[in-house]
């Protein structure tokens, strides 16, 4: 029987060494291996992460101090640009305030100078030509006057003294140039002189104003 049983047990044994080697033996990793190498990758991973994230606000931040600067200078080039056309506005309203006041101031001795006398006794005088200096030579003045009288009685001391009147406005006539008389004061001075001097040879009266009826150069 102990050989019967030791035959009995040498299949088994031979079948149970036969099932061993069918099976394959599975490795076995050793113990955190799995978890030592997804760590460094998690680790590269986030890093990765982080530096793109970074490198995301530099760039947001840097475009955004461009923008700034660009935003300032163009700001600031607009408003040079508007002070520019303030200052020249203005200048040019300067000059148009300018033109209008000289504008008038010649309307108003342009008005004066051919003002009719409208009260008073008026006394004409024949006309005068004279000669006058000139940069362009030689010119002639042709000029005829009335005066206004502060009486009528003065007309007769007009009358005597008329030769005397003459020579004084002949004289002074002559004393003028071309230039000084084209002034647009000159007209005016010279009205102021005549009466001056004809006021000087009276002595019944005054001459209230005088007047230009005439007055060109040759």
Not at 44 to 73: D, E, F, H, R, Y
Not at 93 to 113: C, N, S, T
Not at 149 to 164: F, G, H, I, Q, T
Request: glycine share 4%; aromatic share 4%; charged share 30%.
């Amino acid at each position: 029987m102990a050989e019967a049983s030791a035959q009995k047990k040498a299949p088994e044994t031979k079948k149970s060494e036969e099932n061993h080697k069918e099976k394959p033996k599975l490795a076995v990793a050793p113990e955190g291996t799995t978890d030592a190498t997804a760590k460094p990758k998690r680790d590269w991973l986030t890093l990765s992460i982080l530096v793109v994230s970074v490198l995301n606000v530099a760039l947001l931040v840097t475009m955004g101090l461009v923008v700034s600067q660009m935003s300032s200078k163009m700001k600031e080039v607009q408003e040079k640009t508007a002070a520019i056309i303030d200052a020249a506005n203005a200048e040019e309203k300067e000059r148009e305030q300018a033109r209008e006041k000289k504008k008038k101031l010649e309307a108003k001795l342009i008005g004066r100078d051919l003002e009719v006398p409208s009260q008073g006794t008026l006394y004409p005088l024949d006309s005068f030509l004279v000669n006058i200096t000139s940069d362009q030579g030689s010119k002639f003045l042709q000029t005829q006057l009335e005066l206004e009288l502060s009486d009528p009685s003065v007309e007769e001391e007009l009358n005597k003294k008329r030769a005397a009147l003459r020579d004084a406005i002949i004289v002074l006539l002559s004393s003028k140039s071309y230039k000084e008389l084209r002034e647009p004061t000159g007209i005016k001075n010279l009205r102021a002189e005549v009466q001056k001097a004809l006021n000087g040879l009276l002595t019944t009266g005054l001459v209230k104003e005088v007047f230009f009826t005439q007055f060109h150069f040759n």
